[in-house]
Every structure is written in C-alpha cells, then in structure tokens.
C-alpha cells in the first residue's frame, strides 16, 4: 500500500533556494515521488511512497519549527499516482499575483468541517445567516464534484477569480461566505482578498475539501475531488476513481 499526502504552511522562506535542496535531497532519500513548491511565502507538497518513507519524511520535516503547525492530510492507493519527483522553487506556491495578500503574516478566519455541516444541516451560520459556499477551483475541478448549491466560476486558473466573482458581489451582500478548495491553499489567499476586496463576512473552510471528507465524509458534497495526480478524483472516503 502506498501512502499519499498533501499539505502546505504559509510561513516566512528567508532562504527557498537551499529548502528546495534540502527537500530534495530528502525526498531522493526516501524514494518519494510527487511535487513540492517552494517559495518566499511557504511551502506545498504532494508526495507518494511507502508508508514508513513517508513517516519518516513528515518527521524530518514538522522537526522543524516553521512547519511544525503544518496540517496534513493522507490517503492510500495500491501504486504511487506520480511518475516523478520535482521540487522548484516558485513566486508563489499558489499563484494568484494579487499584491498584499500574505498568509504567511495573516490567517484569514477559519470555519471547521464539523461546523460547516451543521450549517449545511441548518441551512444558515450561528448568526441565522444565508450561506455561499464558494468554489475558487477552476472549471476542469469542479466538473468533478463540488459542494451542492455551491457558487462556481467559470475559470481557467486560480488568477481569473476576482474578476470573475465582481459579478455577483451584490447576491453576496449580507451573506457568510466560506471559500473552499481541495486542500486549503486557494482559500487562504482568496479569502484574505475577498475581505479586503470590501466582500463582508468571508471564512475559508479549514483543510479545504479533503479536510472535510476526513473529518465529516461526503454530506452536502457532491460527487468527487479532483486530485492534481493519477488518481485523478478522490470520493468522500478518499478511494481513488482509477485503482
């Protein structure tokens, strides 16, 4: 059996360059295969191997205080769903190329799975307010499954969000919006731009969609995630749509 697993932490880099190489030469070490980002803002991975490799790996890795908090989320395949590993440095582990929006200073609120199905089940927030469950995946993703009811743009790529969004900012006014991705990553920045974009009440969901299928399983989700690997989607018990 083969253990995945995906996480990112916004944390200050003061020297991405010689994380690439340390990360690199860990994940030869361990014979892991995937894809690790590496940028001024933080870090994002997605790496396959056998159980005690990855273990391992995560161990050297959290040891280090700046990624310590780092919250990941695994799931299991009989193959390694990668055909090789990279780890580059980038502008962004997430691009987005919006100035001023930097989680790795501040974490934009936060709603937990648990609670978002009670809202789902309720129909309204703590407060008694109307919900918007926002997708800021792109089109290809969210053919594959979303959140029902869930607000979908029609976008190509992460960038094209705010434009995208402009138009349906007065259906918006006076409700909670909670931000979604698969992962977590994409709702960090998009939340962060949509409060200072004047949006109103805006969380993002803790551990994206993955997160929720860890914590809660498949109520009010439709279908399946799309995974950026050879798995290509994941159910809500993170079986993968090919063996």
Same mark, same amino acid.
């Given at each position: 059996? %083969?253990?995945?697993?995906?996480?990112? *932490?916004?944390?200050?880099?003061?020297?991405?360059?010689?994380?690439?190489?340390?990360?690199?030469?860990?994940?030869?070490?361990?014979? !892991?295969?995937?894809?690790?980002?590496?940028?001024?803002?933080?870090?994002?991975?997605?790496?396959?191997?056998?159980?005690?490799?990855?273990?391992?790996?995560?161990?050297?890795?959290?040891?280090?205080?700046?990624?310590?908090?780092?919250?990941?989320?695994?799931?299991?395949?009989?193959?390694? +769903?990668?055909? =090789?590993?990279?780890?580059?440095?980038?502008?962004?582990?997430?691009?987005?190329?919006?100035?001023?929006?930097? /989680?790795?200073?501040?974490?934009? +609120?936060?709603?937990?799975?648990?609670?978002?199905?009670?809202?789902?089940?309720?129909?309204?927030?703590?407060?008694?307010?109307?919900?918007?469950?926002?997708?800021?995946?792109?089109?290809?993703?969210?053919? $594959?499954?979303?959140?029902?009811?869930? !607000?979908?743009? /029609?976008?190509?790529?992460?960038?094209? !969000?705010?434009?995208?969004?402009?138009? *349906?900012?007065?259906?918006?006014?006076?409700?909670? %919006?909670?931000?979604?991705?698969?992962?977590?990553?994409?709702?960090?920045?998009?939340?962060?731009?949509?409060?200072?974009?004047?949006?109103?009440?805006?969380?993002?969901?803790?551990?994206?969609? !993955?997160? $929720?299928?860890?914590?809660?399983?498949?109520?009010?989700?439709?279908?399946?995630?799309?995974?950026?690997?050879?798995?290509?989607?994941?159910? +809500?018990?993170? =079986?993968?749509?090919?063996?």
């Amino acid at each position: 059996m %083969i253990r995945n697993l995906a996480a990112y *932490h916004f944390v200050a880099i003061d020297d991405p360059a010689a994380l690439v190489e340390q990360l690199r030469a860990r994940c030869v070490d361990d014979r !892991l295969l995937g894809t690790v980002l590496v940028a001024d803002e933080g870090i994002n991975c997605f790496l396959a191997g056998a159980t005690a490799a990855v273990e391992a790996f995560v161990a050297w890795l959290t040891a280090d205080r700046r990624f310590a908090p780092m919250a990941i989320k695994y799931s299991d395949s009989g193959t390694v +769903p990668f055909k =090789r590993l990279r780890v580059k440095r980038r502008r962004e582990i997430i691009t987005f190329r919006r100035e001023g929006i930097a /989680p790795a200073n501040e974490r934009a +609120p936060a709603v937990q799975p648990e609670t978002l199905a009670r809202w789902l089940r309720d129909g309204v927030d703590d407060a008694g307010r109307a919900l918007c469950l926002l997708d800021t995946r792109n089109a290809q993703e969210v053919a $594959y499954g979303t959140f029902e009811g869930a !607000l979908t743009l /029609p976008i190509d790529s992460f960038t094209q !969000l705010p434009q995208a969004l402009e138009a *349906h900012r007065d259906a918006l006014q006076d409700k909670t %919006i909670v931000s979604f991705c698969t992962g977590g990553v994409r709702c960090e920045k998009s939340a962060l731009w949509m409060r200072d974009a004047g949006y109103g009440e805006v969380l993002q969901l803790e551990g994206g969609i !993955l997160g $929720y299928f860890e914590q809660v399983g498949g109520f009010g989700f439709r279908d399946r995630c799309f995974v950026f690997d050879e798995r290509i989607a994941l159910d +809500p018990q993170l =079986r993968p749509l090919l063996p």
